[in-house]
């Protein structure tokens, strides 16, 4: 179900993930020409094992003959089963007015089933779908089953319909492990809506939403459950996908389950083998960021980099590759990046993270499945690892202390002078919307970051989400922002540009620095600063000095947060300046919208390309 295609597309796909097992949908079934022998052969080719068979629905019935009818249907099914090589089949709760609701009477015709089951070597899980009729809930489910008393009778958990109904995953794990026949893991984002349409349309793989799947995952290991841990995503952007990327995004999250589980319950039974991933190193903030620039943009980012207080210190010994520094921050504009932004694009295309250990990183990143990129360098040059994450970005693993910078040959630049910037604060990095979770759940797992809260904010040009990660420390914090939809040729391709904000200890003298080395600087309207002064009680000079250099301003439980921002550049990238007082943690978000305006206005001014 989480895959897109048909049934051949899909085995192809799951194997070159490592998937061990599937789950075979009957819908799948129907529409492949294999006979289920051929199927079963395919998947024994490919090493897959077919752990389940799913679904039947609406088993039980108060009307006797229409159950005698469902049982006939249910044991052409058993037959088909083993043709394939599967032993457990997948019964949900029934949603029909027919549907059983004394438990006893339920948990009668389960045997009835389990017995017909039994006698071709087979099993039935029984799953509580969390809109069934009369069983809807984990304990409920577990009643029929528990009555039910045949040893081929048994539970399927499913974490979605536990969890999304808020019910308590606690008493799991004081079931008997061995009546839990099959786990399905799915996570959600928390939403309020009708169950049913959020389970078909909104399931993500674990780490992906809101639910504790360490948590749930835990309480059933704890019950002795030792079955395959099966995904089931239902998905309208997964139905779509690429299947071979959708099953990387899927394994990714697996392995990131079981650290979680192995990080937060030490204590799990010794049959329980957790995937033993590498450890992510600490990291120590940005080594560099680097932007893929042409002869028409490279230029226009040089100057405005100068403005900002940035000075040209190197050129690549071997590669078209100018450094440009300021305090710790360090931009590279690299001209040999072949992108399909267009003519006279700028983007972000890497970004270097110092890290106690690149090697162990780098085979960090690795195990969780994150494409490694060729290395092409001089014999002199530094051996930087890297990987590619989703949105193709490259993420490059540097050690403390940047021998890297030997590659660079000192250039002979007069010094811009300093506008107080002192390192990279955050990378802003727009994503499709197809991707968003999918890079969420790589940048965080991969680096060993923890995420911040969602915001959604309504920008000119539709809903836009950020969601950032960052490490504890708060040296490397990557913010990901998503149109949540986009259609039609008004608004721009990319709502929201990607930016590299870096961060000064004194905003008003880097404003004012920034304005005397005439710095692009985009113009704040005065109903902003109105807005603010009605809202807040900011001293008078404070605001005075914001509106006069079109700074910005946000405060949490934490801190504060002064910010100013660039023209777009290149057409799609703008640099910020931030200062964050005290612990403030986010990333001025709220303001996004305003800042999405000028830049809107500017381009409506600018000359048309
Ligand atoms: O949406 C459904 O019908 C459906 C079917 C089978 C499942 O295991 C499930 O969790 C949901
Ligand atoms: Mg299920």
Redesign the pocket.
Known sequence: MCLSGTLEDKLAAVAAAGFDGIEVFENDLIATPWSPAEVAARCADLGLSIDLY??F?DLDSVDEEQFGRNLRRAEAKLDLMVALGADTV?V?SSVGDDAVADVDRLAGQLHTLAERAAARGLRIAY?A?AWGRHVSTWDRSWEAVRRGDHSALGL?L?S??VLSRGSDPTGIADLPGEKLFFL?L?DAPHLNMDV?QW??HHRLFPGQGGFDLPGFLGQVLAAGYSGPLSL?V?NDVFRQTDPARTAVDAMRSLLALEEALAGRDPRLPERVRLSTLPPAPPVAGYAFTELAVDGVSGPVIATALATLGFTHTGQHRSKPVQLWEQGRARVLLNAAVVRSDGAGAAAISALAVETADPVASAARAEALLAPVLPRSRGATEADLAAVAAPDGTEVFFCRAGADWLTDFLPTRSRPSPSAGLTHTDHVALAQPFDHFDEAALFYRVVLGLQPDATTEVAAPFGLVRHRAVTDSDHTVRIGLSVALLRRGEWAPGVPDPQHLAFATDDIFATARALHAHGAPLLEVPANYHDDLEARLDLAPETLAAMRESGVLYDRDEHGEYFHLHTHVLGSRVFFEVVQRIADYTSYGTVNAPVRMAAHRRLRMAGPKR
Do not use: K
């Open positions: 799913q679904p629905r997948l949900c799953e779908l399927c499913d979605f319909h399905q799915a049913l389970s078909r089931e239902f």
